[in-house]
């Protein structure tokens, strides 16, 4: 018998781990991919055009700092030179106090302006950094928010987001520092060679053999760098994305008790983020040894040779020591433009990425030559309008609705039929495949969307709270309305008293999506909302869930004064809301099967007295 238990057991665990899914198997989450593209001009100009608008004021400035900074800091070894030849060990003997004093304050001075140079420079950076980062996050956002529905329906909030802010600000580092070390190095590499050239052409000539492969390394090695902070990069996308997910699942976690299963996943996750940064990290640190290894070869060849230039008259002490200074100063420039190069690559991927949304075009605008839709009736039209979302799946299969100004609608059907599709085509969230919408006899693909979509209300099932004030979340529905249009607005939907109750009343600050208020509560703030928009049609989600029935009947008088005068659509729930409807529009599988008054559509006996019979079994 116990034999018998425990092999149930263990086929039972067995059976489990068949169908559990390995944990990496459970999220999806849409990768970036991994882009190692080599340099694309049009890309470039096009990244750099966010400069032009400060370019002309701020770079010469920036440009002035670097070139004073340069020629500064480049005047030191040859003070020190001089201080060698001519004050400390002249080849006369005759050492001069004097001259070594004011050859010392010279570079005290000097170093003081390279200071001031360096301050200003980085200050004149910063502005222009900032300026087009802030230029390129409005330009993304701004793009974002006219984009339509179905670009959101195919992309993960989460993966939009780490664009604006992972992508955006690997652009941060090129333009505050990337720019102007860009500039500084290409200036002080020219001095460099230019000056060790009128030192001694031999020896200049003979340690700038070390570059080509100083600058092979450099890049080669750089690219793998590269690489590996992109997947650095790829797996930190990915935790973003996990965690705003699961912030905005929280609930739903907590209440099927998936904790750990979350943080199991999330541990994977963060153990590869880490795992990704140790391996570009130990790359990194191999940079470094092998740079310094090519710059002794040079100062190898430098000072062998440089030693045979001295004793052949070549040379002086105090030029050699100026020499190497400068050949100490020419390293740090190459290794640095190496750098640069992969930072300008791996920013060109983030822009692409960046302009890959830019270039979006929303799906829905206003055609050439688009009128404003006068001031509407709210007479609706549907002309056996057929509606996709995916090429080959019909959603609406042939839609005919004459709806006059005034009368409300109420939509009903199976989950599934096409409710929710028929509103999103009245808003024009959506064009139709075939067939046309008419609003007052106006197709309204032929009018703007703005003057369309003022004059449409739309209240959701899912009440979206923003964060912020009561007072400016009712204010959403008219920007410029008063504070007593607002509260006149909450009186009539019988808002006001439980907003008074609130600690602050209307000010009471409330969380996005309104956590703190309840189902019932946020429906009548966007109630109210609608009534201050003061829509001639109004489009109504009705909410679900079942509230209490004290608010069920706020509500519902509510409702009477929201929807009074406007052609309303409804997706209705609530046996109250369709029996109070004009007309009862049943849909099947996105197509009209029966439509009419409450008692009409009971005595025909069809699909809507069995939808009617099934809800008064339920309640
Ligand atoms: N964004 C979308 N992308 C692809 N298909 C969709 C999308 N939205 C809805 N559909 C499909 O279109 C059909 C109609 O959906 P719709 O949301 O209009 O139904 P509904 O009657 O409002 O359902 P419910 O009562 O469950 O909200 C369904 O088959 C649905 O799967």
């Not at 740079?291 to 052949?312: D, K, P, R």
């Not at 003057?451 to 204010?475: A, K, W």
């Not at 008074?500 to 009548?524: D, F, H, I, W």
């Amino acid at each position: 018998m116990i034999m018998s238990i425990q092999t149930e057991t263990n086929k039972k665990h067995q059976s489990n781990v068949k169908h559990n899914k390995k944990i990496e198997e459970r999220f999806i989450y849409q990768d970036d991919e991994l882009i190692d593209k080599g340099f694309d001009w049009k890309q470039f100009q096009r990244l750099f055009g966010y400069m032009k608008p400060y370019a002309k004021q701020l770079l010469p400035l920036v440009g002035l700092m670097t070139i004073l900074g340069t020629i500064t800091k480049l005047t030191v070894p040859f003070l020190t030179s001089l201080a060698i030849d001519k004050a400390i060990a002249p080849a006369d003997g005759n050492t001069s106090l004097k001259l070594l004093y004011i050859l010392s304050a010279a570079v005290v001075v000097l170093y003081i302006i390279q200071w001031a140079a360096s301050v200003y420079r980085i200050k004149y950076t910063n502005i222009i950094g900032q300026k087009v980062i802030y230029d390129v996050r409005s330009d993304l956002f701004k793009h974002i928010q006219k984009l339509s529905f179905n670009f959101f329906d195919k992309r993960p909030a989460g993966s939009v987001l780490v664009r604006v802010t992972n992508d955006v600000n690997s652009l941060q580092e090129l333009f505050t520092n990337g720019v102007v070390n860009l500039m500084i190095d290409c200036v002080q590499l020219v001095g460099i060679v230019v000056i060790l050239l009128l030192i001694n052409w031999k020896l200049g000539l003979a340690v700038m053999i070390t570059v080509p492969i100083m600058f092979l390394i450099s890049t080669k090695l750089r690219q793998k760098i590269r690489i590996a902070w992109q997947v650095v990069r790829m797996k930190n996308s990915r935790i973003n994305s996990h965690l705003n997910e699961s912030i905005q699942g929280i609930r739903v976690t907590q209440a099927y008790t998936q904790e750990q299963e979350n943080m199991k996943y999330f541990d994977m996750m963060n153990k590869e983020s880490k795992k990704s940064w140790d391996n570009a990290s130990a790359m990194n640190q191999m940079f470094g040894p092998l740079i310094e290894i090519t710059g002794g070869i040079g100062t190898f060849i430098l000072f062998m040779l440089g030693v045979y230039l001295i004793q052949s008259g070549e040379l002086t002490i105090g030029l050699l020591v100026a020499f190497s200074n400068y050949v100490g100063n020419f390293w740090d420039p190459i290794n640095r433009l190496g750098q640069m190069y992969n930072q300008l690559l791996v920013a060109m991927a983030s822009s692409e990425r960046i302009f890959e949304f830019i270039d979006e075009e929303p799906s829905i605008t206003d055609k050439p030559g688009a009128l404003p839709l006068p001031t509407i009736h709210g007479d609706v039209q549907f002309k056996h309008v057929v509606f996709e979302y995916e090429k080959g799946r019909q959603a609406l299969k042939g839609i005919d609705l004459n709806v006059q100004p005034g009368q409300s609608i109420a939509l009903v059907g199976h989950t599934g039929s096409g409710k929710s599709t028929i509103i999103n085509l009245i808003s024009r969230f959506y064009d139709t495949t075939d067939g046309a919408v008419l609003i007052d006899g106006h197709d309204i693909r032929d009018v703007t969307v703005q003057s369309l979509r003022s004059q449409v209300g739309i209240v959701l099932q899912d009440t979206f709270i923003f964060s912020g004030s009561i007072r400016d979340n009712i204010r959403f529905g008219r920007l410029d309305a008063t504070d007593e249009e607002v509260e006149s607005v909450a009186k009539a939907v019988d808002a006001h008293d439980f907003i008074m109750k609130l600690p602050g009343g209307y000010n009471t600050e409330v969380e996005e999506r309104g956590g703190a208020l309840s189902m019932g509560q946020r429906q009548l703030l966007s109630f109210a909302r609608a009534l201050l928009a003061n829509p001639r049609i109004l489009i109504l989600d009705e909410a679900t869930a079942s509230i209490d029935t004290e608010t069920e009947l706020k509500i519902q008088d509510a409702l009477k004064v929201l929807l009074k005068g406007r052609t309303s659509f409804i997706v209705a729930h609530r046996l109250s809301t369709i029996r109070s409807a004009d007309n009862i529009v049943v849909l099947d599988h996105g197509e009209i099967k029966e439509s009419g008054t409450h008692d009409e559509l009971l005595k025909h006996g069809g699909i809507y007295s069995g939808l009617v019979e099934a809800q008064f079994r339920f309640l």
